[in-house]
Nanobody
Framework: QVQLVESGGGLVQAGGSLRLSCAAS????????MGWFRQAPGKEREFVAC????????PYLDSVKGRFTISRDNARNTVYLQMNSLKPEDTAVYYC?????????????????WGQGTQVTVSS
């Protein structure tokens, strides 16, 4: 069983930055693919970014390309989402997810473990 704990969310003005962290329990973090998803009020959860166990990164959600960056630190069992130039439409609860099979995917149903989410609110 893997536990994921997100942190780093908060309230920020438009144009600002936040870095989300997701710390994973267990000794096999390096074998997991990791993903970030988000869910805005009244909307379905959507894919944001993902990174394979080897560090390969799939194309980001179009609306965050050039502004968000996913990375991982296997020594710290942590995946990050650096978010720059934030916009009000980025407001959402952000979730990290882990997939036993270490291949990155944008499909949330293939992920095996989920964190509880962290709220990001961007004011205009």
């Amino acid at each position: 069983q893997v536990q994921l704990v997100e942190s780093g969310g908060g309230l920020v003005q438009a144009g600002g930055s936040l870095r989300l962290s997701c710390a994973a329990s267990g000794r096999t973090f390096s074998s997991y693919a990791m993903g970030w998803f988000r869910q805005a009020p009244g909307k379905e959860r959507e894919f944001v970014a993902c990174i394979s166990r080897s560090g390969g990164i799939m194309p980001y959600l179009d609306s965050v390309k050039g502004r968000f960056t996913i990375s991982r630190d296997n020594a710290r069992n942590t995946v990050y989402l650096q978010m720059n130039s934030l916009k009000p439409e980025d407001t959402a609860v952000y979730y990290c997810a882990a997939r036993n099979l270490g291949l990155a995917s944008m499909w949330e149903h293939v992920y095996d473990y989920w964190g509880q989410g962290t709220q990001v609110t961007v004011s205009s």
